[in-house]
């Protein structure tokens, strides 16, 4: 009584020769452009002083607005409106000197001078564009 299964142990070995492991080439590894910028983190002081801002050219039509062949200072305008309408309101020539129409700027209206020149290009060409 010996019941043999129909499929008998067959254990073929398989041949041992070819044992040469092949690396794939495609295994490189992926060094894509991933430099991390390193953003400093805010810890600037909050006063930390602006190097050493000026007012340039592109502040001019932001300062002065010509006016019956003088240019016309907006922030003495404005502080007559403001403060006392028996206030000046200064105005230079057509031709007056770039130095002189910044130096009235930065002696008469310290405060103004300093929000300009923190003024970004971007900020600066909205605003004259506001003023158009
Ligand atoms: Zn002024």
Redesign the pocket.
């Known amino acids: 009584m010996s019941v043999e299964p129909a499929a008998a142990h067959r254990e073929s070995t398989p041949p041992r020769s070819a044992s040469r492991q092949t690396t794939p080439a495609f295994a490189s590894p992926q060094t894509k452009q991933a430099a991390p910028e390193e953003r400093p983190p805010s810890t600037q002081p909050a006063r930390s002083p602006p190097p050493r801002k000026q007012l340039s050219i592109q502040h001019l039509p932001l300062i002065y607005q010509a006016s019956g062949g003088r240019q016309l200072?907006r922030?003495?305008r404005e502080r007559k409106k403001k403060i006392n309408l028996s206030l000046p309101v200064?105005t230079f020539p057509l031709d007056a000197t770039w130095s002189e129409l910044a130096d009235?700027?930065r002696e008469?209206?310290p405060s103004g001078h300093d929000r300009l020149v923190a003024m970004s290009p971007k900020e600066i060409q909205e605003m004259k564009l506001r003023l158009q």
């Open positions: 200072c922030m003495c200064t009235h700027v008469m209206h």
